[in-house]
């Protein structure tokens, strides 16, 4: 299919999207910026994946972007599996992109993002007509994590940006809300929602409402599992058994565990490479600047841990919070303690153990019987 009969004709069609998610893209077209707004498990980073494919048959580079590298990973191997001819899309985080496009001009700032107002002028300055067959496409998934000031500076710098966010997911201190992002992409931008939960079973999701703090409560999903679990652990080393034997009894399954701490990521990885599993367990540290402890393989079964701040977007077939009691001497109605759970919660596709230690139950982990089993 040429470029041209792809913008005449439409988006393609996935078999394996949704009727919910086909109509989503079929509501998007090739040009105008968008705004998409979904629960979890909706299948945002899908959508925006095949956003992404359908604004390249257009013909203009089009870049998918994300504030995680950990996701940015998980994107450009989801892209692989679509590969259409013609349709040449790069995955990046918001950071290298800016940096590629700005180079000594995209100057840091203390929030560790740039000066948003300097950037916007200088894309404001290279706005040049005889280049807009280059001026790319930018697709954005995770974008409630990006500021406002990307969103008034990126709108200079692209010819479409179709931004795909859910605000009850914001883990950052520099985020954005839907209104927020709408306004800063211009008042023509349209909204789009795209509804369901493919991911959760019926517990989990139930679970992961308990901690939601805004928006309209998603239709729960039709797919029931086991409850919830609720553990104690009485030491490191009663974690890292727990994780080994799940790992050791469903081989082909994928577990991702949480960490709220890098000191205990890097205990139970020591821990978990002397249990000889079937797979190497994986490392995510957005410190270490490439090899082993960067670049992981997200699609394969074992143990990856991640840090709570790279979990966004991803998913697991179990899923566990391993060290709860962090959060032992946080305001339990905080927002942003809240939201932190909701995402960590709803990463779980079968399984959820939310771990903790100590002498006393986290107070955040209190009054959910019924939702979770205690252990």
């Known amino acids: 299919m040429t470029a041209t009969n792809a913008a005449a004709t439409g988006p393609l069609l996935h078999p394996d999207l949704t009727p919910a998610q086909r109509d989503c893209l079929d509501a998007l077209p090739l040009t105008g910026n968008h705004l998409v707004s979904g629960p979890p498990g909706s299948g945002k980073s899908l ?29 450009h191997a989801t892209l692989d599996g679509l590969v259409v001819p013609g349709a040449a899309v790069v995955a990046s985080t918001a950071h290298g992109w800016i940096t590629r496009r700005f180079g000594r001009g995209a100057v840091g700032t203390a929030d560790g993002w740039f000066d948003w107002t300097e950037l916007t002028g200088l894309a404001a300055a290279t706005i040049d007509a005889s280049e807009t067959t280059v001026t790319p496409h930018l697709v954005v998934d995770e974008g409630q994590d990006l500021p406002p000031g990307f969103y008034r500076m990126a709108r200079l710098s692209a010819v479409s940006i179709t931004v795909f966010a859910d605000e009850c997911q914001r883990l950052t201190e520099t985020n954005s809300t839907l209104n927020e992002i709408a306004s800063a992409l211009g008042h023509s931008t349209r909204r789009v929602e795209v509804s369901g939960n493919h991911r959760n079973t019926r517990e989990i999701a139930s679970l992961a409402e308990h901690f939601r703090v805004s928006g309209t409560q998603p239709n729960m999903p039709v797919r029931s599992g086991t409850l919830p679990v609720i553990r104690r652990y009485s030491n490191p080393k009663d974690v890292a058994e727990d994780v080994a034997g799940m790992a050791l009894r469903a081989p082909k399954q994928r577990i991702g565990v949480i960490v709220n701490s890098p000191s205990t990521a890097a205990d139970l990885m020591r821990r978990l490479e002397q249990a000889n599993l079937a797979t190497e367990p994986q490392l995510y540290s957005s410190a270490a600047p490439s090899g082993r402890y960067r670049d992981l393989d997200l699609t394969r079964p074992g143990v990856v841990l991640v840090h709570r701040a790279s979990a966004k977007g ?3 077939d179990t899923v566990v919070i391993a060290d709860a009691e962090t959060d032992s001497v946080a305001d339990p109605t905080e927002a942003s303690l ?31 019987e019924g939702w979770a089993t205690m252990r």
């Open 47 to 75: 959508l925006a994946a095949h956003r992404a494919v359908h604004l390249a048959l257009t013909g203009r580079p089009t870049v998918l972007l994300t504030r995680s590298n950990l996701l940015r990973q998980l994107l």
């Open 314 to 316: 991803l998913d697991f």
């Open 338 to 368: 809240r939201m932190a759970y909701y995402v960590m919660i709803t990463r779980a596709r079968h399984r959820l153990i939310l771990g903790w230690q100590g002498a006393r139950l986290p107070r955040h982990l209190e009054g959910l």
